[in-house]
């Protein structure tokens, strides 16, 4: 099998890079990369590498992920999270492969506090979920062998993150104030990096377009990113790291406590259901990866 990916910086596309090699030839791309063009706002570069590779899959982790700084450069952000996987979608089309994309729960309005389901209506609050939803709609139009999973509070051990973040403030503060109305489940990378090779696997050519269609993949359970301070500084704690706050110290706030450009929703719950019947899997609770990285990175 060959898999052409896009945006294998990135936390996931890092983490697909190791998970994906197994499966057969893997070309792995990012926007500076020379030999084929891997810049999706290139569009006609884009289609170009594709029907230069020839990939049985094309996934797809390259987005605009800049949620605040979207608001106000939405051409650039429905360039690359629209307009490009339209593209590829096209592409994919056209040369016979499944193309792979991830989605976000900001699709969702994040009214209630119900799990949402993949068929439940989309109502994105602001530019990032709107270009999102943008370019789910636009691979499901072009490309029927497309599998889209959306997913949630990603993390990775590589790079910058929440709970590096907080780790940092922990040792130099007293007390944390964090969001307390915000709930969804933080997903490692290196999780939904797993997940994709599973399904790619599922989806080798000639498999069934049956198992085509959008898949929330978010680890089990749930929490509020308060939740997730006050584990990880309990865990950093309890791994014996010099921190100044106790879990006792990190303070609950409502999101209006901390004004951001764009609006985010307060249920940002997935219900995974779909994907783990149709592929067999069991999503992991969130606090296992979650100790995972943070074992790795203190
Ligand atoms: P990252 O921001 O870590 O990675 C995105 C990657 O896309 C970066 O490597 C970035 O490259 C690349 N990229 C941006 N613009 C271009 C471009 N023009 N051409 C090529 N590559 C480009 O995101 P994640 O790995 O966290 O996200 C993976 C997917 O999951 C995305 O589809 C995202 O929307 C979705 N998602 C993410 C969530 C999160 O919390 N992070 C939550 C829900 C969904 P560079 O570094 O050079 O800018």
Redesign the pocket.
Known sequence: MKILL??K?????WELQRSLAPLGDLVAL???STDLC????NLGGISDTVRQVRPDVIVN?????AVDKAESDAANAHA??AAAPGALAEAAKATGAWLV??????VFDGSGSKPWEEGDPTGPLGVYGRT?LEGEQRIAAQCANHLIL?????Y?AR?GNFAKTMLRLARERDRLTVINDQFGAPTG?DLLADVTAHMVRSALPGASDRIAGIYHVAAAGETSWHGYARFVVDCASKAGLPLKTSPDTVDPVPTTAFPTPAVRPHNSRLNTAKLQGCFDLKLPAWQQGVARMLAEIT
């Open positions: 896009f945006g910086n990135g936390q996931v596309g990012d926007r500076h891997g810049d999706l706002a982790a390259a987005a605009y992920t690359i999270n994309h991830y989605s976000t729960d900001y999102k959306r997913t949630s509070w990603v990775a790079g990378a």
